[in-house]
């Protein structure tokens, strides 16, 4: 009876480490589902930060507002712009029109204001009350920092998402650098840094490790997420386009890899 004894506690404590160990196919999707969402919020703000970024740099920054202003003019007709001094207040949508911008169909109300416009120095802040593009809305702030040496863009956010479909919601920060990819601005960015927010699961925390992102897709189609869990678990996230359509995941915790795939609407399958 001992030893029975032994042999059944002892069972229960591998079960018992299995279970914290492994990852779950649930938990597999639930990471893949918060990071698609995060990766939809930054693809958003992105694509409103880079139409505020057509004007001569070392210029006046009231210069550098008006250059903004005819630019989106003349990219969302859509759009009703207030200018003050250096800031622009924009609605989108406001009038009839084109209001679609690298693959967004854009609404609600964003601020831009260029507080330095130096050579060594361009600082731009941004603010966002309920910026959707149909699929996510998100309301916060960024600052957006750049030169004329260093096209990079090192982007500082406060932000609250909501995915539209189902209400799922995240309000984190993150500290990112964004760089164009090779085809250019227009396909999309590269992106490194980091970000964290809390939804009501719990705390996430995500390490962005030299990742493709074009304005289009749901989720990267390079590089490599590494996303701290509230379930305890750190969680590899690798993406690898399949398609046009379609992008490979593969989620890897401890010894488990499970392959997902993920499409531009955002709907997620087992490969």
């Known amino acids: 009876m001992r030893t029975l004894g032994f042999a059944l506690l002892w069972m229960l ?10 990852l779950t196919s649930e938990e ?10 995060a990766s939809q919020a930054e693809a958003l703000t992105a694509a409103s930060v880079e139409i505020s970024t057509d004007f001569t740099i070392g210029e006046a920054v009231q210069n550098a507002a008006q250059q903004i202003r005819s630019f989106v003019e003349s990219q969302l007709p859509c759009a009703e712009i207030t ?32 507080e330095s416009n130096d050579e060594h120095d361009v600082i731009v802040q941004h603010s966002w009350d309920g910026l959707s593009n149909g699929r996510v809305s998100v309301t916060g702030e960024a600052t957006v920092t750049w030169s004329l ?33 090779s085809g250019g601005i227009a ?42 869990t509230p379930f305890d678990k750190t969680v590899t996230l690798s993406f690898d386009r399949l398609d ?18 993920i499409n531009k609407l955002g709907l997620i399958s087992r490969q």
């Open 187 to 228: 396909e999309g960015i590269e992106v490194d840094g980091t970000r964290g927010w809390e939804t009501d699961r719990g705390r996430w925390d995500l390490t962005i490790d030299h990742v493709q992102m074009r304005w289009i897709d749901p989720v990267p189609q390079s590089g490599a997420y590494v996303l701290e």
């Open 83 to 114: 200018l003050e001094q250096a800031t622009l207040t924009i609605e989108y949508g406001a009038r009839s029109g084109n209001c679609v911008y690298r693959g967004h169909s854009l609404s609600g109300t964003h601020v831009i204001s260029v």
């Open 244 to 261: 046009e359509d379609s992008i490979a995941v593969t989620a890897s915790s401890g010894d488990r890899n499970i392959k997902l795939k």
């Open 28 to 37: 597999a999707r639930e990471s893949l589902e918060e990071s698609s969402v």
């Open 13 to 22: 404590v591998v079960a018992a480490g299995c279970r914290v160990s492994h």
């Open 149 to 181: 040496e260093d096209r990079s863009r090192h982007i500082v956010h406060e932000l609250t998402w909501t995915r539209l479909s189902d209400g799922r919601t995240g309000v984190g920060t993150g500290n990112r650098t964004q760089t164009a990819l």
